[in-house]
């Protein structure tokens, strides 16, 4: 019989479990409050999954139109390497 190799798994990152707007009474998700949005990016500039932040699904949805529409407007950036 072949000897088993035992696999090391990674070190889970400990999550959110609670939604921050859902927890705040938030109703809407406003493009132009960029320091909200920019809360929910990492340095490279990618939309943080819900799984990471805790977000809920519904204002998962709602914060990554509000970033989209952000970033098409030029209030953010869209990645890192645009920043001065």
Do not use: W
Not at 10 to 37: E, H, M, S, W
Not at 40 to 66: C, H, V, W, Y
Request: glycine letters at 4%.
């Amino acid at each position: 019989m072949a000897k088993q190799i035992k696999r090391k798994r990674r070190p889970q990152i400990k999550i959110n479990t609670f939604c921050r707007f859902t927890a705040a009474g938030v109703t809407k998700i406003d493009y132009k409050d960029i320091d909200i949005l920019l809360k929910n990016i990492d340095e490279s500039g990618k939309i943080t999954p819900s799984r990471m932040t805790g977000t809920s699904a519904k204002f998962q949805r709602k914060l990554t139109t509000a970033i989209k529409r952000a970033r098409f407007l030029a209030l953010i950036p869209y990645t890192d390497k645009h920043k001065k």
